[in-house]
């Protein structure tokens, strides 16, 4: 399994950034994908997840009415949109997959993949 996350980067806080997480190995089929961040010297903390199949999402109270999470079932890939950045959102965004009936949470995570930095400047 390859999750391959992509679209990070440097940002003015307002402005707005799509991360990209192409999935490979994975049989689609009752999994569900989500993202994850990690700022300097903080724990990693949930930010949003959508299941495959079904179109359920879920966001952090922090994210919600800024973030999306969607996907391209044809293309295998999860993105999350971000808008109204915050400078305090810095941080290392990934991608992870679960598997099951619920939403991919810290502690479901099967697949990690690696990180995508995203910088926002005050």
């Known amino acids: 399994v390859q999750l391959q996350a992509s679209g990070g980067g440097l940002v003015q806080a307002g402005g707005s950034l799509r991360l990209s997480c192409a999935a490979s190995?994975?049989?689609?089929?009752?999994?569900?994908m989500g993202w994850f961040r990690q700022a300097p010297g903080k724990e990693r903390e949930f930010v949003a997840a959508i299941n495959w199949i079904g179109f359920s999402t879920d966001y952090a109270d922090s994210v919600k009415g800024r973030f999306t999470i969607s996907r391209d079932g044809a293309k295998g890939t999860v993105y999350l949109q971000m808008n109204s950045l915050k400078a305090e959102e810095t941080a290392v965004y990934y991608c992870?997959?679960?598997?099951?009936?619920?939403?991919?949470?810290?502690?479901?995570?099967?697949?990690w993949g690696q990180g995508t930095q995203v910088t926002v400047s005050s």
């Open positions: 190995g994975l049989t689609f089929s009752g999994v569900t």
């Open positions: 992870a997959a679960g598997y099951g009936r619920s939403l991919v949470t810290m502690s479901t995570v099967v697949h």
